[in-house]
């Protein structure tokens, strides 16, 4: 598990243009003071970054009125166990053991610690894996779960709906996580090893509830 805190105003940070718009602002304006960098993002289909918990909320509320449908984050425990491949609960989404292939995901690899003079240690990254993704890569580039999902080992953590918190030690169906908390979940792994507050590694994925 991982956590993180909201970013303090979200208001400023995704603004709602037309009713058919959904403009996330922080994109633009990082792209632009760290032009030239490897956070800067031109590709369209990179996974969204920078944004917190309250952003991927607002957009969840945005899309569930230009839809009619209802869209929200995933709890965490929907997460696990679509990430886990459901019964399977293997440890990665690809299975349980080392990446190799294409059946993993962008992930703390020699390229990336080349670009960024990481430690070349097994607490760093994923030793001898070379995925040739320094930065995020376009979302779908490996191939997916058992359940047709792309990306949820590497590339970015993703938000979950759940305040941190411990499981509760007996048994439960469908959790829904603590009622309050002082931060969010969030899960996943990314093309950094350790999940931090570096929100260039943090986006989020939709869930729709039918
Ligand atoms: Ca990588």
């Known amino acids: ?30 792209c632009l003071a760290r032009q030239g960098t490897s956070i800067c993002l031109p590709r369209r289909s990179d996974p969204v970054i ?4 309250n952003d991927a909320k607002a957009y969840c509320e945005w899309l569930s009125e230009k839809s009619g449908q ?22 990665y989404s690809w ?19 080349e670009a960024f ?22 979302v779908g580039s490996f191939l997916p779960n058992d359940f047709g999902l ?8 993703e938000w979950c709906s759940d305040w941190k918190g411990d499981y509760s030690s007996g048994i439960q169906t469908n959790p829904q996580g603590p009622s309050m908390g002082s931060g969010r979940v969030f899960r996943g792994g990314s093309r950094r090893w350790r999940a931090t507050r570096q929100y260039s590694i943090v986006g989020f994925r939709i869930a729709r509830t039918k």
């Not at 991982?2 to 633009?28: G, P, V």
């Not at 003079?117 to 376009?138: H, Q, V």
């Not at 792309?150 to 953590?157: E, F, P």
């Open 150 to 157: 792309y990306d949820m080992t590497g590339n970015v953590w």
């Open 50 to 53: 920078h944004a917190s918990c």
């Open 95 to 113: 299975g349980n053991g080392q990446p190799s292939g294409k059946k993993t995901g962008n992930l703390a690899d020699e390229t990336g610690a």
């Open 1 to 30: 598990m991982a956590a993180c805190k909201a970013l303090s105003d979200a208001s400023i940070r995704w603004s709602w243009q037309t009713k058919d718009e959904f403009i996330h602002n922080i994109r633009q304006k990082n």
């Open 117 to 138: 003079n990481w430690n070349k240690t097994a607490d760093s990254i994923f030793l001898g894996y070379d995925d040739c993704y320094k930065s995020t890569a376009p």
């Open 70 to 91: 209802t869209y929200r984050l995933p709890t965490e425990a929907e997460w696990e166990y679509a990430a886990g491949n459901g019964a399977k609960h293997t440890k």
